[in-house]
C-alpha cells in the first residue's frame, strides 16, 4: 500500500490558509482548536461528496475513519487509494481537491502548525552540475609525450601495504596465530570470515519449543460484523520449527485451541474467545507468517505439511494435554489432519469449510483444483510486486463471501491487508492436502461439521461427505450465514460449539 505522504507532497511551502479550508469547505471542514502554535481541524467526507480546492500548513494528520479517495494535486496528478484507519503522519505545506470515491465516511483530525519553527524544512532541490566540457584534441606527437610524462613508475607492493586492516584477519602466506590467541566476536569482524569447514563442522542445534511473552496491542475500532475488539493485553509467543507462532489466552479449564484460515489470524476469532473464555481455557494462535508474526513476502516453506507440523509443536509447548481444536477453512484442514496423525492430542474437533476437494467427485474435484491454481496464479504477482490491496481483494472476492471486499469495514480491510505476504506464501503451494474417505475414516475423535446456509455447492457436498466418512461425527448449519458462519451468525455459531464442547 502506498503511504498517505506520496499523495499529499505536492506543492512548495505555501501561505498560511491562503485558501482556508475551514472558509471554502465549511460543509466539511470545522475548527476543533486553536492557539498562536496549532490549530486542529476536523475533516469529514460522506461517500460521493468532494472538497473543493484548498490549502494546508505543514501539519500532522490522524485518519479516524477510513475509506477510498481521489485527491487532485494543483499539477493536475490524480491519485487514488485506500487510506486506513488509525494512520498517522507528518506532511509538509499542499494545496489540493479531495473526494470520497469509497463507500464509508472518511474522518480525520488535522493540527497545522503556525509557526515557522514548528514546520518542517524546506524541500530545497539543486540543479545538477552541467556535463564536463569535451577534451581538447591534441596534436599526436605532444600526445604521445605527455602520456610517457604520466606513466607511473611501477612498484612492488611492500608487505605493510598489503596487509589486510580487518581484525583478526591475516597476510598471505603468514602462519597463523599461536594457540591461546583472543578469538574476535562477531561484533569485531564480519561472519563473512568465518571458514566454511568450521560451520559446516558445527551445525546449530534443533530448536525447541520454547514459549515467551509478547505484547501486541490490537487495533482499537471495532469493524462490522465483530461489534467489539480486544482491549490491549499481554500476548505470548512460541518459537517452533524455526518460526515464532504469537498467541493469547483468556479462561481456565480444559484447553480450546482456534486455527484460523487464509487471510486471518488470532484476531479471526474476536466474536468466540470472550464467550468461549466464560467455560473454557482459550488459545487463539496466528499460523507461520500471519500478523503479527514475522515475515518478509519471500517465504517458500508454507505448506499443510509444515502449519500441521507447526500446530503439534505449539500444542506440545502448551503442556496441555488433549485439547478441543477449532478450524475453519484452511485452518479447518490442518486441524483435521492433526486429529488424523497425532489423535493423543485431540480431545474433540470442530471444523468449517476445510476445502478437501479430494472429497468431491472427480469432475469437481478437478474444476476446484483448476480454480486455485488459477487464482493463485492471478493473484501471485501482486502481491509479489508490492500492491497487495489488488491480490488480497481479489481473493477475498473469490471466495464469494457475504460481503464483496468494497462493503466490508475499512478496519476489516486493514486486517486483512496485515496478513498479505502469508497470502502470497500459501500461493508457492497451491496442492490441496491429499485427504480422502479413507483418510477420514481412520479419525475416531468425536467431530462437528459446521457449515453456512449460504454456502457454495462445492462446500455442500465436501461438508456432507466428510460428515458421512467420520466415524464419529455431528453437522449443524448456521442459519443466515455464508462460508464465514462465526462471523455472520456468531451467537448461533457459538451456541452450537459450545453445546458440543460440553459433551465432551
Known amino acids: 500500500m502506498r503511504r498517505l505522504a506520496w499523495v499529499l507532497l505536492a506543492g512548495a511551502a505555501l501561505p498560511l490558509h491562503a485558501q482556508n479550508p475551514v472558509e471554502v469547505d465549511a460543509q466539511h471542514y470545522r475548527l476543533e482548536y486553536e492557539d498562536k502554535q496549532v490549530r486542529v481541524l476536523r475533516f469529514r467526507l460522506a461517500p460521493g461528496e468532494k472538497s473543493p480546492q484548498h490549502e494546508h500548513a505543514a501539519r500532522i494528520t490522524v ?6 479517495l481521489r485527491i487532485e494535486d494543483t499539477d493536475g496528478a490524480i491519485y487514488e487509494m485506500t487510506i486506513y484507519s488509525g494512520h498517522a503522519e507528518r506532511q ?8 470520497n470515491v469509497g463507500s464509508t465516511v472518511y474522518e480525520e483530525l488535522t493540527t497545522e502548525f503556525k509557526d515557522a519553527a514548528s514546520q518542517p524544512p524546506k524541500l530545497v532541490v539543486k540543479a545538477p552540475p552541467p556535463p564536463p566540457p569535451p577534451p581538447k584534441k591534441e596534436e599526436p606527437k605532444k600526445a604521445e609525450a605527455k602520456k610517457k610524462e604520466e606513466k607511473p613508475k611501477e612498484e612492488k607492493p611492500s608487505v605493510a601495504a598489503s596487509a589486510p586492516t580487518t581484525p583478526g584477519a591475516q597476510p598471505a602466506g603468514t602462519k597463523p596465530a599461536a594457540t591461546g590467541t583472543t578469538t574476535p ?69 480444559q484447553t480450546v485451541v482456534f486455527v484460523h484460515g487464509a487471510m486471518g489470524d488470532y484476531r479471526t476469532w474476536q466474536l468466540q474467545i470472550p464467550e468461549f ?24 516453506d508454507y505448506t499443510y505439511e509444515a502449519n500441521v507440523r507447526d500446530l503439534a ?26 486429529a488424523e496423525r497425532h489423535p493423543e492430542m485431540v480431545r474433540s474437533l470442530v471444523v468449517s469449510e476445510p476445502g478437501f476437494d479430494k472429497l468431491l467427485d472427480e ?53 486483512r491487508m496485515q496478513n498479505a505476504n502469508a497470502l502470497r506464501a500459501q ?3 497451491p496442492t490441496a492436502p491429499a485427504f480422502n474417505c479413507e483418510a477420514a475414516k481412520k479419525i475416531k475423535t468425536p467431530t462437528l461439521v459446521v457449515a453456512g446456509q449460504n454456502r457454495s455447492p462445492n462446500s455442500a457436498e465436501i461438508t456432507g461427505t466428510l460428515a458421512a466418512c467420520l466415524a464419529n461425527s455431528e453437522r449443524v448449519t448456521i442459519s443466515e450465514a455464508g462460508p464465514a458462519a462465526y462471523l455472520d451468525n456468531a451467537k448461533e455459531y457459538n451456541d452450537a460449539v459450545l453445546s458440543f464442547l460440553g459433551k465432551h
Request: net charge positive; no cysteine; charged share 25%.
Open 63 to 68: 485518519v479516524v475513519s477510513g475509506s477510498r
Open 92 to 99: 509538509p505545506a499542499t494545496r489540493h481537491t479531495v473526494e
Open 185 to 253: 566476536t562477531p561484533a569485531q569482524a564480519p561472519a563473512a570470515k568465518v571458514q566454511p569447514e568450521v560451520a559446516a563442522a558445527a551445525p546449530p542445534p534443533e530448536p525447541q519449543p520454547i514459549i515467551k511473552p509478547l505484547k501486541v496491542r490490537p487495533p482499537e475500532e471495532p469493524n462490522r460484523r465483530r461489534r467489539k475488539s480486544f482491549a490491549a493485553e499481554e500476548m505470548s509467543e512460541a518459537t517452533v520449527n524455526n518460526t515464532r507462532l504469537a498467541f493469547m489466552e483468556q479462561g481456565k479449564g
Open 277 to 300: 473464555a466464560k467455560r473454557f481455557r482459550v488459545v487463539a494462535y496466528s499460523r507461520r507468517y500471519h500478523y503479527p508474526n514475522p515475515s518478509t513476502g519471500k517465504e517458500e
Open 313 to 338: 509443536e505449539f500444542l506440545k509447548a502448551l503442556n496441555a494435554g488433549p485439547v478441543h481444536l477449532v478450524g475453519h477453512g484452511y485452518g479447518a484442514a490442518v486441524a483435521t489432519l492433526l
Open 363 to 415: 469432475k469437481r474435484a478437478y474444476r476446484s483444483h483448476w480454480a486455485r491454481d488459477e487464482i493463485y496464479n492471478i493473484i501471485r504477482k501482486p502481491l509479489s510486486r508490492q500492491n497487495p490491496e489488488n491480490g488480497v481483494r481479489v481473493y477475498h472476492n473469490w471466495l464469494a463471501e457475504t460481503q464483496p471486499w468494497q462493503q466490508i469495514d475499512p478496519q476489516e480491510q486493514y486486517e
Open 427 to 429: 500461493t508457492v503451494d
